[in-house]
């Protein structure tokens, strides 16, 4: 059980630094420089739930392998998180095209950098808590 709440924290660490940084991209213009409109409001609204999947995604830590390398898990990990959002969130929740097209060309390269973020925050709060 203590495995399980050390993933869901670090979890929702991960999506908090996650969230942070998306914001600050569309706050300074470094989306909006590459033809991206990701430039999301830092609310309440918009980030709780943004935790909350974060700290459910941070469960998959759980899974025994690349325990030893725990960055490249962080890594590879974050992979999941990314295809959900490309291919099920942006066209069939948000609109807005596969792989987040109609947000800009540069899309999915930012959706895989910024969960990368997640999963590398995730792995080294999982790292430390020990």
Not at 106 to 122: D, H, K, L, S
Request: contains cysteine.
């Amino acid at each position: 059980m203590k495995k399980l709440l050390i993933c869901f924290a670090a979890g929702c660490l991960g999506a908090l630094a996650n969230s942070l940084t998306v914001w600050a991209f569309g706050e300074y213009g470094i989306t909006k420089q590459f033809g991206v409109a990701i430039a999301p409001a830092l609310k309440l609204s918009w980030l709780y739930p943004r935790i909350v999947c974060g700290g459910l995604w941070g469960l998959v830590f759980v899974f025994p392998f690349l325990n030893s390398r725990l960055i490249t898990k962080g890594a590879l990990i974050s992979i999941f998180p990314t295809l959900v959002q490309l291919l099920v969130v942006f066209p069939l929740k948000a609109g807005k095209g596969y792989f987040g097209m109609d947000l800009g060309m540069y899309t999915p390269v930012f959706v895989v950098f910024f969960n990368m973020t997640w999963g590398i925050v995730t792995a080294l709060a999982i790292k430390y808590s020990k």
